[in-house]
């Protein structure tokens, strides 16, 4: 099982980026997909997810209304679209795939992690 996510970069304060996790096989299509993130100095932190069986979706209070995650089976990724970046938004993003069907926005709850994609806010 392989993941990777890609898209991030630099970008000044109320920019966007989109992130997009492509996955091998079917796992996009067949299991929970979360987005993560991580800041220096501190724990990882569940930023979105989307359920696999009917794409419930899940986001943090910090970036509702900013950040929408979609899910393009034909393509077999899933997209992060952040809008209204913030500096706080500076982190490096991971996405991951999670076996059971309920979404859940612990790190422990999934089972398989792509590498990390570095998003900088910052003028």
């Known amino acids: 099982v392989q993941l990777q996510a890609s898209g991030g970069g630099l970008v000044q304060p109320g920019g966007s980026l989109r992130l997009s996790c492509v996955g091998s096989?079917?796992?996009?299509?067949?299991?929970?997909i979360g987005w993560f993130r991580e800041a220096p100095g501190k724990g990882r932190e569940g930023v979105s997810c989307i359920a696999s069986h009917d794409d419930s979706t899940y986001y943090a209070d910090s970036v509702k209304g900013r950040f929408a995650i979609s899910r393009d089976n034909s393509k077999n990724a899933v997209y992060l679209q952040m809008d209204l970046l913030k500096p706080e938004d500076t982190a490096s993003y991971y996405c991951a795939a999670r076996s059971k069907v309920l979404i859940a926005v612990t790190p422990g709850d999934y089972d398989y992690w792509g590498q990390g994609t570095q998003v900088t806010v910052s003028s």
């Open positions: 096989g079917s796992i996009l299509q067949d299991h929970v």
